[in-house]
């Protein structure tokens, strides 16, 4: 206020402009389902981590070290999550939805290349990346089972994290976080708790359970996605 008063604008500033009628009631619809999502995703890796503690000591290492790799190994789709989110934003604002759309695809296809690399990585080479955390071989040679069934996970979530950045973008993030909610209560964690209780069940077979909630998760966001594309007009939350 002090600066317009030295240096005239070319336009009218005053403190009513400051105010948006329903502007807080908007930003919490929009960013408490954001931040509910986040909190459900530590939540399911909670339980999840206590269904594996029953197979001992190696079991859940091995799973702890998978998931620290998966923060580092995933950070591209979740940065492309977050760059879509605001781009997407920026052009439905616009109300040029085709841009936004157009950018998701390009978004997909530079993510889903990243992500494949990820997956040969951790499918070829995860006593490799066990190894960066433990010497013990029985840990590395369980997470190395662990990775192999989870890799496939990789080349689902390079897209799916763009998805998710598309929706939040479109305003949709209620969407998101009822299938994240899905997905984890649905999917992964019935499925890990029954592949772990499978008699001569390893962490090969429980991994399976990763990719699996993955594609359920892709299957949602597609048919989500189709629906989006159908509507006429942007349609605000």
């Not at 990763?210 to 594609?215: F, R, W």
Request: charged share 15%.
């Amino acid at each position: 206020m002090k600066y317009t008063k030295k240096h005239r604008l070319p336009f009218r500033l005053k403190l009513s402009d400051f105010k948006q009628k329903g502007a807080v009631r908007r930003i919490i619809s929009l960013g408490l389902p954001i931040a509910a999502q986040d909190f459900q995703v530590t939540v399911s890796f909670l339980i999840i981590t206590s269904i594996l503690n029953s197979l001992g000591v190696v079991a859940s290492a091995s799973v702890g070290i998978a998931e620290k790799l998966f923060v580092f190994l995933a950070l591209v789709p979740m940065s492309f999550m977050s760059a879509l989110s605001a781009f997407v934003a920026q052009n439905v604002g616009a109300n040029n939805i085709s841009r936004a759309t157009k950018a998701f695809f390009v978004a997909v296809r530079i993510s889903f290349c990243c992500g494949f690399m990820v997956f040969l990585l951790t499918f070829l080479q995860g006593d490799f990346l066990a190894s960066i955390f433990t010497n013990d071989p029985e840990v590395i040679a369980s997470t190395q089972l662990y990775l192999k069934s989870c890799s496939f996970e990789y080349l689902l979530t390079a897209i799916n994290f763009c998805m998710l950045g598309y929706f939040n973008g479109r305003g949709r993030t209620k969407f998101v976080l009822l299938q994240g909610v899905l997905t984890v209560f649905l999917v992964r964690i019935p499925l890990s708790y029954f592949l772990s209780r499978l008699p001569g069940t390893n962490l090969l077979i429980i991994g399976i359970a990763v990719p699996m909630s993955a594609l359920f998760e892709l299957l949602l966001c597609i048919g989500f996605f189709i629906k989006l594309q159908k509507e006429k007009k942007v349609v605000m939350p």
